[in-house]
């Protein structure tokens, strides 16, 4: 932590810090009012996020992806914060991942079973379920679970999490406050998903107060001129139905297991390409809830009924956009 910068005078990043190969310190002055932060990777690659934060003596890690850039079979070292590779420094109070994308928490299977470890709950199942087929295979039991507008005290630090629309499921913005000091960590997020309702909620009622904004910026290129567009993901349904309709015989997807909007992407198209009927689905999917690939999805009530996730919106205008 080299570099000391009033963090009140600026709310987001800007290019020279961006551009800058060595870690970053936003320091507000005043030892009993300052929070710290170092950018350990991320900042000027796609992916392999990981950042500390302290304050009072106390720290805690934002992230500890693996790099996108970085195949996996290589012996990746651990970024260099002190207690992270052996768990023996008590003033590291625990890791608080945003989602289970590998390029947000892959290093953690470097890391002591003892560190506590944060996120969402269903993210926790979805990582727990799909240990067999990734990488690192990391089954992780956290400490503490993130949930949508609600806060977590570790320390000194209150950090509230912000659900986020992201190809992951169950994935958080955290709001780390400390000493009078507010940090908005974006982690990864976007407004065209199933859930762009939580991005404009989120742009309707931002957290008041923030003195610096981390943000994550996978698409941001420096040729861009702001009017470029992907697909949205009720694009993305619109052309399966026009696949469904038009294939002559079966019609397969590859996609992401882990990304559930795609999912209820593809059942949205097959069945409004009449593929297969609402009520078929309904029954294959009671019938043998693993056809859903993660327990996060569903769950059984106390009276044995399907409870699919309110997410999924599977039984909500089926039949129309
Ligand atoms: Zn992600």
Known sequence: MHDALDASTFGVLPDWMLRRRESLALVHEGASRTMRVRILRGAHEVGGN??????????????????????????????????????????????????????????????PRSVRVYMGEAASRILREGAFFTPTGIDITPAGFLRHRHSLSLGPFEITAYLNDHSAFDAYSLLVEAGGRKLFYTGDLRAHGRKASLFEELVRRPPAGVNVL???????????????????????????????????GMVLAMYSPQNIDRLVTLYRATIRAERMSPDFGKRRILDQPSLFPYEACWSWSPRRELRLHPWLSLSSSISGP
């Not at 009072?56 to 970024?79: K, N, S, Y």
């Not at 109070?93 to 953690?108: C, M, N, S, W």
Request: with cysteine; hydrophobic share 35%; proline share 7%.
């Open 214 to 248: 981390l943000m994550e910026g996978t698409h941001i290129r420096q040729d861009a001129d702001g009017t470029e567009r992907g697909p949205t993901e009720q694009g993305v349904e619109e052309a399966c139905i026009e696949t469904c309709r038009t294939a002559p």
């Open 50 to 111: 990981c950042v500390e934060v302290e304050h009072d003596g106390a720290r805690v890690i934002l992230d500890l992806g693996w790099p996108l850039t970085v195949e996996h079979d290589v012996d990746l070292p651990l970024p260099s914060v002190t207690g992270l590779a052996n768990d023996d420094d008590p003033s590291l109070l625990g890791i608080v991942l945003t989602h289970p994308h590998f390029d947000h928490y892959g290093l953690l299977a470097k890391m």
